[in-house]
């Protein structure tokens, strides 16, 4: 593989740019403008349980309800062409795939933070546990249980190491049978329909804005500039702050993401149950493609019941590269309230400088950020690192020797000095002088 530079940012098929729709959609209606009585509605439903249940039960057929898409070729999302050669090379989208990226980013932010290894898994447990309280008490919930840190984090048969520093109940769950639906209307229809004033929530303003597709590429791997960008945009278009929020609702796939949402508002010590309103994905149940239809509808909820309060809530996409925030409230949004410019906004994030990708480097490195991936056995199979190069480039590199993967999972890695060595595909990364 020759060396690369990533500077494109084409769009992705997710749920969080499906999310923008609906929210940029039903802003200028909320905002009192004219135009169509009907804005349009999302609705989406996910099975994942039923097949895979099937799958486990012998039947390979599909259910008698099921459908075939009348448009298959249009709706194919080429997921290859947005993986770097070296991230497929580390298998960072096999299996269950984001979530090794994730993983890789949270203990970037470890590093930075310079908290322990074993401290910082006590609190993603903490946060975690938080959360499934969210869930417990909310009657659309995937998993109605409320768990202890220990129950969350502890390795064992039933809750297997996914990846480092992941556990199998600290991840989402897609194999769900959940639906959701919204429908926009105009103020004007909304008084033909009889619509009464006290079930209507307004969307006020919303951003979206991108980080590189490739996460080698971003300069600052313990945080993301497009989450801090769009969150920052929102708030001022909408003339408020993260503390006139009454609920907060935070993309929540794994850790990471909720993690990186709260350091963009500037809530990084809130509890895990102040930044959901359902319980979050690992917990209410994470629908593949509509997680943030089910938030949306969580927070209709929360605010129909307190008139004057306002929440927020963000969606995220792909490997944690596109980010949209969105607004709401009981009350409709004052003339001070604007839409976003948000090409101004991407603009800024596009203006801040990338890492050059060397696919074939082979030297000495200093580790920015890694994860060591488990199979279905709970055992580690290999392990995956981002580099930084002496040039002030990146490089991907595998981790196969055990020794070091066991290493990875009691000392901090990341800073430390060690050498890329030839792999196959991609470099290995081994201790000094083992090259």
């Known amino acids: 593989m020759a060396p690369s530079v990533h500077s494109s940012r084409p769009r992705r098929g997710s749920s969080c740019r499906k999310t923008r729709v609906l929210v940029k959609t039903g802003a200028p209606a909320a905002a009192g403008t004219r135009g169509e009585s009907w804005a349009p509605g999302r609705a989406n439903a996910d099975s994942g349980s039923i097949p895979s249940r ?10 008698p309800w099921s459908f075939r898409d009348n448009n298959p070729d249009g709706n194919k999302f080429d997921l290859i062409a947005h993986q770097h050669p070296g991230e497929v090379a580390l298998g960072l989208f096999e299996g269950i795939g984001a979530v090794y990226g994730f993983a ?38 995937w998993f109605k249980e ?54 209507r929530i307004y969307p006020w303003t919303s951003c979206y804005a991108e980080d590189p597709v490739y996460i080698g590429v971003r300069s600052n791997l313990w945080k993301s500039d497009a989450m801090e960008a769009a969150s920052k945009a929102t708030f001022e278009a909408a003339g408020v702050g993260v503390k006139d929020m009454s609920y907060i609702d935070l993309y929540s796939c794994f850790a990471a993401a909720v993690n990186f949402g709260r350091d963009a508002l500037g809530i990084s010590d809130k509890p895990g149950n102040k930044v959901t309103v359902t319980g ?86 200093k ?69």
């Open 54 to 63: 099937s799958r486990r039960g012998g039947r390979s057929s599909s259910p």
């Open 104 to 141: 890789m980013r949270d203990i970037a932010r470890r590093a930075h933070l310079g908290i322990a290894p074993d401290t910082y898994r006590r609190q993603l447990g903490e946060l975690l546990s938080s959360m499934t309280q969210v869930a417990a008490n909310n009657p659309d919930a």
């Open 146 to 199: 409320s768990h202890d840190t220990d129950f969350l984090i502890n390795p064992r048969p039933d809750n297997r190491m996914i990846t480092y520093p992941y556990t199998k109940h600290m991840v989402a769950i897609i194999d769900v049978d959940i639906s959701a639906g919204i429908l926009l209307v105009s103020e004007e229809k909304a008084d033909e329909l009889g619509v009464p004033r006290e079930k």
């Open 280 to 365: 979050g994905l690992p917990y209410a149940g994470g629908p593949a493609s509509s997680y943030v239809l089910t938030s949306i509808v969580g927070m209709v909820r929360k605010l129909r019941t307190d008139p004057q309060a306002k929440g927020l809530i963000s969606g995220l996409g792909m490997m944690m590269s596109n980010h949209v925030y969105a607004i709401y409230s009981a009350q409709p949004p004052g003339e001070n309230v604007k839409q976003v410019d948000e090409a101004a906004v991407q603009a800024k994030v596009d203006a801040i400088p990338q890492k050059r990708i060397d696919d074939a480097y082979v030297g000495p490195t």
């Open 367 to 435: 580790v920015a950020a890694y994860t060591v991936m488990h199979d279905r056995s709970g055992a580690p199979s290999h392990g995956a690192a981002i580099c930084d190069l002496p040039n002030g480039a990146r490089a991907y590199a595998r981790i196969l020797d055990k020794d070091l993967m066991t290493e990875a999972e009691r000392v901090e890695l990341v800073g430390q000095q060690m050498t890329i060595r030839k792999g196959k595909d991609v470099g290995e990364l081994v201790h000094v002088g083992r090259a």
